[in-house]
């Protein structure tokens, strides 16, 4: 991971929420906040909440008595979350580093992340300050992407991207966000943090959309990928974006699109 790849700042985060979100995270967040709410906690602690997309659904499920304290490394996009979340007394929203938490030990019985941590620079640090803070027995659970070629939108923008850019291509999509992907490595990076019971389940969603241009503008849009686009060429995101957008197209129609999004599931305990 670059260190550019950390950067949601300026018209990022709105567009991430408004595009990104119902196109991939979604269902997947639903799916996190079911098993989360299976588990009961009183205490939890999301780790890159981002614009609040697994906080929003997470935290209706919980008891009128819990408390949730809702994190990120970037303030912009922690700002964008608080903004769109309606008024609860229950959650606390704070700047955190998830290689340095703030909080005592044993604080939460619950620690989750919705697709951030391909974006940790030391993964097993922030592995082991989950440990850290939770409470002996209680839960770690976070998904990750799996491999860009499992996940036919973001692997058809950054195929086109290629075309438009091929001695450059931005690699962004497939380094960063799907760059997490090996079960055997999240298992032994889990392992070294100190957890030693986990499991892994690999789930895949359908994403959709009502035109080819929505996830083209998401992915070139929303994401860091527009730094990488901008950098190698100032006036051509747009140009990108229809590029993509017509890559899209020529898979999955014209119309009404639908494609398969998939990603790891992991639940280990303290």
């Given at each position: 991971?670059?260190?550019?790849?950390?950067?949601?700042?300026?018209?990022?985060?709105e567009n991430y929420d408004r595009y990104m979100?119902?196109?991939?995270?979604?269902?997947?967040?639903?799916?996190?906040?079911?098993?989360a709410?299976?588990?009961?906690?009183?205490a939890v602690l999301e780790i890159a909440a981002g614009t609040g997309a697994l906080t929003r659904v997470l935290v209706p499920k919980l008891s009128s008595g819990a408390s949730y304290?809702?994190?990120?490394?970037?303030?912009?996009?922690?700002?964008?979350?608080?903004?769109?979340?309606?008024?609860d007394r229950r959650i606390e929203w704070c700047q955190a580093d998830a290689l340095?938490?703030?909080?005592?030990?044993?604080a939460f019985d619950l620690v989750c992340c919705q697709f951030g941590a391909m974006f940790f620079?030391?993964?097993?640090?922030?592995?082991r300050e989950a440990r850290r803070v939770l409470k002996p027995g209680g839960h770690f659970l976070f998904n990750v992407w799996d491999?860009?070629?499992?996940?036919?939108?973001?692997?058809?923008?950054t195929n086109a991207l290629a075309e438009m850019f091929p001695d450059d291509p931005p690699r962004f999509l497939a380094r960063t966000p799907h760059g997490y992907h090996d079960k055997a490595v999240i298992r032994r990076d889990l392992e070294s943090a100190g957890f030693q019971s986990l499991a892994?389940?690999?789930?895949?969603?359908q994403s959709r959309a009502p035109s080819p241009r929505l996830p083209a503008v998401a992915y070139c849009q929303g994401t860091v990928l527009r730094n990488e686009i901008e950098a190698r060429d100032a006036g051509k995101l747009q140009a990108a974006t229809d590029h993509a957008t017509s890559a899209i197209a020529g898979r999955h129609g014209s119309g009404a699109v639908a494609a398969r999004i998939q990603a790891h599931v992991i639940m280990a305990v303290a």
């Open positions: 991971m670059l260190e550019t790849d950390k950067i949601f700042a300026g018209s990022i985060p979100v119902p196109l991939i995270f979604e269902p997947f967040a639903a799916d996190l906040a079911r098993r709410a299976v588990l009961s906690p009183n304290t809702a994190t990120d490394l970037s303030q912009p996009m922690l700002d964008y979350a608080a903004s769109q979340q309606a008024s340095a938490l703030q909080f005592e030990n044993a620079p030391d993964r097993v640090t922030a592995y491999r860009i070629e499992e996940n036919d939108f973001a692997n058809d923008v892994i389940e690999t789930t895949t969603e």
